[in-house]
């Protein structure tokens, strides 16, 4: 009896941590080899993406990324860039080639993490969950979700959607972050 009553809070708690966890709760190494909590980014709206240096859609979608950085973020709003080497093997530098690329040709200002898995067992945990909680897996560069203040996944895109064409919610969520705080003034 006394085992069965373990492994039913074993389940329960386990449940329960299910339940708590979010994107923001995650821990991941940036493109200078540092951990970095995503913590820090709760409270605004983030848009996850996983890019490549060399792809089609790179300039376009770079191009994109960072005016949406510069016209909502830091404060409210953040392109959060994962590089991934998965998709026609399109980002085959070093985390510091990559970072030094994409801020002397694009300018890039947005937060940008160290080389990951996006898909496949290897996957990167915090693309599992992405995977997860939008049931939208990535199956090529510049995968782009949506993240709430909150931590929990709005939607997912994969490369043929612009960026663009997410700007609309995007400033949607932002505005609402704004008039939340003017009405907690």
């Given at each position: 009896?006394?085992?069965?009553?373990?492994?039913?809070l074993l389940l329960l708690f386990s449940q329960n941590d299910a339940k708590q966890k979010d994107?923001?709760?995650?821990?991941?190494?940036?493109?200078?080899?540092?951990?970095?909590?995503?913590?820090?980014?709760?409270?605004?709206?983030?848009?996850?993406?996983?890019?490549?240096?060399?792809?089609?859609?790179?300039?376009n979608h770079y191009t994109e990324l960072q005016q949406l950085q510069r016209d909502f973020g830091?404060?409210?709003?953040?392109?959060?860039?994962?590089?991934?080497?998965?998709?026609?093997?399109?980002?085959?530098?070093?985390?510091?080639?990559?970072?030094?690329?994409?801020?002397?040709?694009?300018?890039?200002?947005?937060?940008?993490?160290?080389?990951?898995?996006?898909?496949?067992?290897?996957?990167?945990?915090?693309?599992?969950?992405?995977?997860?909680?939008?049931?939208?897996?990535?199956?090529?560069?510049?995968?782009?979700?949506?993240?709430?203040?909150?931590?929990?996944?709005?939607?997912?895109?994969?490369?043929?959607?612009?960026?663009?064409?997410?700007?609309?919610?995007?400033?949607?969520?932002?505005?609402?972050?704004?008039?939340?705080?003017?009405?907690?003034?």
């Amino acid at each position: 009896m006394q085992i069965s009553v373990l492994a039913f809070l074993l389940l329960l708690f386990s449940q329960n941590d299910a339940k708590q966890k979010d994107f923001y709760t995650f821990k991941v190494v940036n493109s200078r080899g540092k951990l970095v909590s995503l913590e820090k980014y709760r409270g605004s709206v983030s848009l996850v993406v996983n890019v490549a240096s060399d792809c089609g859609f790179t300039e376009n979608h770079y191009t994109e990324l960072q005016q949406l950085q510069r016209d909502f973020g830091p404060s409210h709003f953040n392109v959060l860039a994962f590089p991934c080497n998965q998709f026609g093997q399109q980002e085959p530098g070093s985390d510091k080639d990559i970072d030094a690329f994409v801020r002397r040709v694009y300018g890039v200002s947005f937060p940008l993490f160290s080389k990951i898995a996006v898909v496949g067992i290897g996957a990167n945990n915090v693309y599992k969950y992405l995977v997860e909680a939008s049931g939208k897996e990535p199956d090529w560069n510049f995968w782009k979700y949506l993240i709430d203040t909150d931590g929990k996944v709005v939607d997912g895109w994969g490369p043929r959607v612009s960026v663009n064409e997410l700007r609309p919610k995007v400033a949607e969520m932002v505005r609402d972050i704004i008039l939340k705080k003017k009405e907690e003034l």
